[in-house]
């Protein structure tokens, strides 16, 4: 697993595969290629180079 950090540098979650996950270890997402998408399938926007970058700024 990857982690994912906040702007602070903390883990707010974690990369397993395809699926983006909360610090429970719940689904909050999917990765496919460069693009992360929620639960219900909305665009939410990139991941690259280990960073998110949203759709909304």
């Given at each position: 697993?990857?982690?994912?950090?906040?702007?602070?540098?903390?883990?707010?979650?974690?990369?397993?595969?395809?699926?983006?996950?909360?610090?429970?270890?719940?689904?909050i997402g999917w990765v496919h290629?460069?693009?992360?998408?929620?639960?219900?399938?909305?665009?939410?926007?990139?991941?690259s180079d280990g960073f998110?970058?949203?759709?909304?700024?």
């Amino acid at each position: 697993m990857t982690p994912v950090f906040d702007r602070r540098g903390r883990v707010c979650g974690w990369i397993a595969s395809d699926r983006v996950l909360d610090l429970r270890g719940q689904t909050i997402g999917w990765v496919h290629g460069t693009h992360f998408f929620s639960r219900r399938g909305h665009t939410l926007g990139h991941f690259s180079d280990g960073f998110f970058r949203v759709e909304h700024g």
